[in-house]
């Protein structure tokens, strides 16, 4: 069979596998610049729902014809496992195997995250090198300061690999940059299957906020015809708020509300609810919800499952559902234009992201066309509204160039072997940071040696590594646990944070079991804190630190006494909730975010010589289980659960 007839029997197998009559404008495309003729990098950028998906498909056919293997990265492991049902049919027409836990050898379709692929790869390059092709998917992610990160590393290793790259996008701006760094062939455009139009809800004619909302409630109870709907909020608490007020006025209501209180008890293995997730609960008795970090995981994605079968019309959500499993709707709105950035503070939301989350509007369940809305609630939202709106994408840059990224980078890479210079700055020289800066005209001459030299030097004085002379550099005791740590779990805390937890046990001088341990990584690890309400106060908590010379206790110290004075006391979340004034319901989150770094705290004890009592194990199993020392036992027991133990 010539090649252009094993071309038409993969087009042909596939489209009639998935009832396609016509390939769409971004498949005809791609093909013709060459997708299945030539073994070119592909960088295709194609609006969400306009079929450049099946354009990966036909590349993975072809190439497991070839008896070649593929890899399928995604941001998530959520997406992970939606695209691992999604290529089932590989297996089960072909018999293709089609994995997502992680055994490649064995797969002829490997799907995995960015950071687990990078992770593997960097460690064991020998596993990336039997595989042909590589889709990358969502890869507009290189926008995201914490994940573009690890998706940069993920890129580099390919490019250093004979890996062929396939990468998908909906959105993207200097797209020749991208395809000259990735050294592919560019592919831009298509028609979405459902048209988007954009919209504004203009609120600013009302005087007071309240009213400004009531009208938005109004707006959307009106518009009936436009669910289902996603709106994204800039906090959390706004999303529940808004949640809440809309169900108050809403008069529809599920069917069975106690079936739909038994489904949520058993999403979260109690029968108790904090009050947060009571008021989850009657906004889901009125087909309403809202989705933020202040939910346990569980029920988080109870919600999200709910939304996907249609039992939610409206989903308020923070902006970091933008990234999350994929949530198709009929309408997006867009009710807050600033967000939280992190270290940045309060910034106006990138346009990429707002096309990313319009892009989860319309699709051809919810009829021939979708909608995407900005609010408009004060003057100033105009000009911010109006470049959302024209949908000029900023320009995406590497995030490398962060003090904290770069350094991190350059630990993972002696944590592999790679202790030479020249073995460090091989791997950069092939990252976009690179490919970037070097393009840059300015005053000082980009010099990518004496940046990695300076950052050396710094992770030396930070007492991460050490120089050996000709052998290279060395990770010290701390920069070892550091690194087995955040490639365990991929979390963005800063190398700072770890300096501090090295420095806090040698001032010690012993490992400590009490309180203070638990405030000391509640302080310095923003992953393992839960948050206080805001404008709400616990006279106890607040009367505990005034005792302790701290005036203004905040997340970190509300957090870590509902920890150690309400969780590991056996109290139920809803009275930890309604006591200490934090989100109880996201506690069993966090409690296994503090396990995590007590491992990593013990690990660094015995790198020291330290002793490690028994009050320490007692410690970590409290956290674990979330009781009393005497009801260890109990909790051990296979299925207790902390419920049936306090019983």
């Given at each position: 069979?010539s090649d252009s007839d094993k071309?038409?029997?993969?087009?042909n197998?596939?489209?009639?596998i998935?009832?396609?009559?016509?390939?769409?404008d971004?498949?005809k495309?791609?093909?013709?610049a060459?997708?299945?003729?030539?073994?070119k990098?592909?960088?295709?950028?194609a609006?969400?729902?306009s079929?450049k998906?099946?354009?990966?498909?036909?590349v993975?056919l072809?190439t497991?014809?070839?008896?070649?293997?593929?890899?399928?990265l995604?941001p998530l492991?959520?997406?992970?496992i939606e695209?691992?049902?999604?290529?089932?049919?590989?297996h089960?027409?072909?018999?293709y195997?089609v994995?997502?836990?992680?055994?490649?050898?064995?797969?002829?379709v490997?799907?995995?995250t960015?950071?687990?692929f990078?992770k593997v790869?960097l460690?064991?390059?020998?596993?990336?090198e039997i595989?042909?092709?590589?889709?990358v998917?969502?890869?507009h992610?290189?926008?995201?300061?914490?994940r573009?990160f690890?998706?940069?590393?993920?890129?580099t290793?390919?490019?250093?690999?004979?890996t062929r790259i396939?990468c998908?996008?909906?959105?993207?701006e200097?797209?020749?940059?991208i395809r000259?760094w990735l050294?592919?062939?560019?592919?831009v455009?298509?028609?979405?299957?459902?048209?988007?139009k954009?919209?504004?809800i203009?609120?600013t004619?009302y005087?007071?906020?309240?009213e400004?909302?009531?009208?938005?409630?109004?707006w959307?109870l009106?518009?009936k015809e436009?669910?289902?709907?996603?709106?994204f909020?800039?906090t959390r608490?706004?999303?529940?708020?808004?949640?809440?007020?809309?169900?108050?006025?809403?008069k529809?209501?599920?069917?069975?509300?106690?079936?739909?209180r038994?489904?949520m008890e058993k999403?979260?293995?109690?029968t108790?609810?904090?009050?947060?997730e009571e008021?989850?609960?009657?906004?889901l008795?009125?087909?309403?919800?809202?989705?933020?970090?202040g939910?346990d995981?569980?029920?988080?994605?109870f919600?999200?499952?709910k939304?996907?079968?249609r039992e939610?019309?409206?989903l308020f959500?923070?902006?970091g559902?933008?990234?999350g499993i994929?949530?198709p709707?009929?309408s997006?709105i867009?009710?807050?234009?600033?967000?939280?950035?992190?270290?940045?503070?309060?910034?106006?939301v990138?346009?990429?992201?707002?096309?990313?989350?319009a892009?989860?509007?319309?699709?051809?369940q919810?009829g021939?066309?979708?909608?995407?809305?900005?609010?408009?609630k004060?003057?100033?939202?105009?000009?911010k509204?109006?470049?959302?709106?024209?949908?000029k994408?900023?320009k995406?840059?590497?995030?490398?160039?962060m003090?904290?990224?770069?350094k991190?980078?350059i630990?993972?890479?002696?944590y592999?072997g790679?202790k030479?210079e020249?073995q460090?700055?091989?791997f950069?020289?092939?990252?976009f940071?690179?490919?970037?800066s070097?393009r840059q005209k300015?005053?000082?001459?980009?010099?990518?040696r004496?940046?990695?030299?300076?950052?050396?030097?710094?992770?030396?004085?930070?007492?991460f590594?050490?120089?050996l002379?000709?052998?290279?550099?060395?990770?010290?005791?701390l920069?070892?646990v550091?690194?087995?740590?955040?490639f365990e779990?991929?979390?963005?805390?800063?190398?700072?944070?770890?300096?501090k937890?090295n420095?806090?046990?040698t001032?010690?001088?012993?490992?400590?079991?009490?309180?203070?341990?638990i405030?000391?990584?509640?302080k310095?690890f923003?992953?393992?804190?839960t948050?206080?309400?805001?404008r709400?106060?616990?006279?106890?908590?607040?009367?505990?630190y005034?005792?302790?010379?701290i005036?203004k206790?905040s997340?970190a110290e509300y957090?870590a006494?509902?920890?150690?004075?309400?969780?590991?006391e056996?109290?139920?979340e809803?009275?930890?909730?309604e006591d200490f004034?934090?989100?109880?319901?996201?506690l069993?989150?966090?409690?296994?975010e503090?396990?995590?770094i007590?491992?990593?705290?013990e690990?660094?004890?015995?790198?020291?010589?330290?002793?490690?009592?028994?009050?320490?194990e007692?410690?970590?199993?409290?956290i674990?289980?979330?009781v009393?020392?005497?009801e260890?036992p109990?909790?051990?027991?296979?299925?207790?659960?902390?419920?049936?133990v306090?019983?």
């Amino acid at each position: 069979m010539s090649d252009s007839d094993k071309e038409e029997s993969i087009l042909n197998d596939l489209m009639k596998i998935k009832g396609i009559t016509e390939l769409w404008d971004s498949q005809k495309k791609s093909l013709r610049a060459g997708l299945l003729s030539t073994r070119k990098n592909f960088v295709i950028i194609a609006p969400t729902a306009s079929g450049k998906t099946l354009n990966a498909e036909f590349v993975i056919l072809q190439t497991l014809r070839r008896k070649g293997k593929c890899l399928y990265l995604v941001p998530l492991t959520a997406l992970q496992i939606e695209k691992g049902e999604e290529l089932r049919y590989l297996h089960d027409v072909w018999n293709y195997q089609v994995s997502t836990k992680g055994d490649w050898k064995n797969s002829d379709v490997a799907i995995t995250t960015f950071e687990s692929f990078f992770k593997v790869a960097l460690l064991h390059p020998e596993i990336v090198e039997i595989f042909e092709t590589a889709i990358v998917d969502e890869f507009h992610v290189l926008y995201d300061p914490n994940r573009g990160f690890n998706l940069e590393k993920a890129l580099t290793l390919l490019k250093e690999s004979n890996t062929r790259i396939i990468c998908l996008s909906a959105t993207f701006e200097d797209k020749e940059e991208i395809r000259e760094w990735l050294n592919s062939e560019l592919v831009v455009g298509g028609e979405r299957a459902v048209p988007l139009k954009f919209g504004k809800i203009d609120l600013t004619k009302y005087s007071s906020y309240i009213e400004k909302m009531r009208n938005l409630y109004s707006w959307l109870l009106d518009s009936k015809e436009k669910v289902p709907m996603l709106i994204f909020c800039s906090t959390r608490e706004s999303a529940k708020n808004r949640a809440v007020a809309l169900s108050n006025l809403a008069k529809e209501t599920v069917e069975d509300p106690s079936k739909l209180r038994t489904e949520m008890e058993k999403a979260i293995s109690r029968t108790t609810f904090t009050s947060l997730e009571e008021e989850l609960y009657n906004c889901l008795c009125k087909k309403i919800a809202f989705h933020h970090s202040g939910l346990d995981v569980r029920l988080r994605e109870f919600v999200a499952e709910k939304f996907k079968r249609r039992e939610v019309d409206f989903l308020f959500a923070t902006t970091g559902l933008a990234y999350g499993i994929n949530l198709p709707a009929k309408s997006v709105i867009l009710c807050d234009l600033t967000i939280y950035m992190g270290a940045e503070g309060r910034k106006d939301v990138p346009v990429y992201l707002f096309l990313q989350m319009a892009g989860r509007a319309g699709r051809p369940q919810f009829g021939n066309e979708g909608y995407a809305y900005v609010v408009i609630k004060t003057t100033s939202d105009i000009p911010k509204a109006e470049k959302l709106l024209e949908g000029k994408i900023e320009k995406a840059i590497s995030h490398i160039f962060m003090d904290d990224l770069f350094k991190k980078a350059i630990l993972e890479l002696i944590y592999s072997g790679k202790k030479q210079e020249s073995q460090i700055i091989s791997f950069f020289e092939n990252t976009f940071y690179n490919y970037q800066s070097s393009r840059q005209k300015g005053l000082i001459e980009f010099n990518l040696r004496s940046i990695l030299q300076k950052h050396l030097r710094e992770l030396i004085d930070q007492g991460f590594i050490e120089f050996l002379g000709a052998p290279g550099y060395r990770l010290t005791d701390l920069g070892h646990v550091t690194m087995q740590f955040l490639f365990e779990t991929f979390r963005t805390y800063t190398l700072d944070s770890f300096r501090k937890m090295n420095k806090y046990l040698t001032e010690q001088g012993r490992v400590k079991a009490d309180f203070d341990l638990i405030y000391r990584i509640s302080k310095e690890f923003e992953g393992a804190r839960t948050y206080k309400y805001p404008r709400k106060k616990s006279e106890l908590i607040e009367d505990f630190y005034r005792a302790r010379g701290i005036t203004k206790p905040s997340h970190a110290e509300y957090s870590a006494y509902a920890v150690y004075y309400g969780w590991m006391e056996n109290k139920p979340e809803y009275e930890i909730e309604e006591d200490f004034k934090v989100y109880g319901s996201a506690l069993r989150n966090v409690t296994d975010e503090i396990y995590k770094i007590l491992n990593t705290y013990e690990r660094l004890a015995h790198k020291k010589g330290f002793d490690v009592p028994h009050e320490f194990e007692v410690l970590k199993d409290r956290i674990f289980f979330g009781v009393k020392e005497e009801e260890l036992p109990f909790a051990r027991l296979p299925d207790s659960g902390r419920d049936n133990v306090r019983k």
